[in-house]
């Protein structure tokens, strides 16, 4: 029997077996698997997604339960160039979408990776490289971070991820895409700011709202100093951040929030001088 004749029931009993590069190359056979795969919305059986933004390129690299896949879109004058690296069977495989701007061919792969993710991915990762003493993303890393948020609001439910990793210069920056994350499943959320220095004061006011951040079980945040009030972020289980300012108030309220929780917990404060309060229950 063609593979094509073989019944919708037990076509996608196969396609729950294969690999996320199985399924790739499978689209490359012909118009009918392709559309089959589309409207059965096939689970990609991916384990992380990592996207690094530099100033003409984006890296991606989807992670299986067996290898790291890894691909480049590099800015041509003439298009976009599209590396599919193969370290362990080189040489790479490159071809050219001419015409093509680099940020949208990008976002055209992850919109297909996020139509057909159903699975619980470990982690995702989004990183904004090189963006030096800017207040604002730049123009091209905007673009993306826009159609990320597009892309992921498109979806029917949210996506699961149990951790996420943002390399960021603004609050709006996580706004993009913490909301769209299910808080079944979220339960680390670690936030680094581009700029090492100085450190910069980074708002979280409109994070400590979303349901998101309220059922997170872990919280790290690097490189920039926080000022939001510390009852929002005694729920976690683990926290790590610098706070801008710490009143005798502060640390008050710290401790009987720590003596009535069943776990330790590290707070890491900041003014003239940084105090490490560690509590074992």
């Known amino acids: ?3 094509l004749k073989i019944p919708d029931v037990v076509m996608n009993c196969i396609m729950r077996k294969l690999d996320f590069e199985s399924i790739q190359n499978l689209r490359k056979v012909c118009r009918t698997f392709r559309n089959f795969l589309d ?3 096939i689970d990609n059986n991916l384990v992380g997604i990592i996207v690094g933004f530099y100033q003409t390129k984006i890296k991606l690299i989807l992670r ?3 290898k790291y896949l890894n691909f480049w879109y590099q800015k041509e004058e003439n298009g976009c160039l599209v590396v599919k690296e193969k370290r362990m069977d080189p040489p790479d495989k490159v071809h050219l979408e001419e015409e093509t701007d680099f940020v949208d061919i990008f976002l055209r792969e992850f919109k297909t990776l996020m139509d057909h993710q159903k699975s619980v991915l470990e982690e995702i990762y989004v990183g904004f490289h090189e963006q ?3 207040s604002e993303l730049t123009t091209d890393a905007q673009r993306m971070s826009n159609g990320i948020e597009s892309i992921l609001k498109s979806r029917k439910h949210f996506l ?4 996420m990793y943002l390399l960021m ?5 996580v706004l993009k895409i913490l909301p769209y994350l299910d808080p079944e499943y979220l339960e680390r959320i670690d936030l680094n700011h581009s700029q090492e220095y100085p450190k910069r004061l980074f708002a979280i006011d409109k994070l400590v709202v979303l349901e998101q951040w309220k059922r997170a079980m872990g919280l790290g945040i690097w490189r920039c100093l926080i000022s939001e009030s510390i009852q929002n972020l005694t729920h976690f289980i683990k926290a790590e951040f610098v706070q801008n300012e710490c009143s005798m108030e502060m640390l008050w309220n710290l401790k009987e929030v720590i003596s009535e929780v069943p776990a330790a917990l590290n707070k890491y404060f900041s003014e003239s001088i940084q105090i490490k309060l560690v509590q074992h229950v």
């Open 1 to 3: 029997m063609s593979l």
């Open 39 to 41: 409207e059965n919305k």
């Open 64 to 66: 299986t339960e067996v």
């Open 132 to 134: 030096f003493g800017v």
């Open 160 to 163: 699961r991820v149990e951790r």
């Open 169 to 173: 210069i603004s609050q709006e920056n």
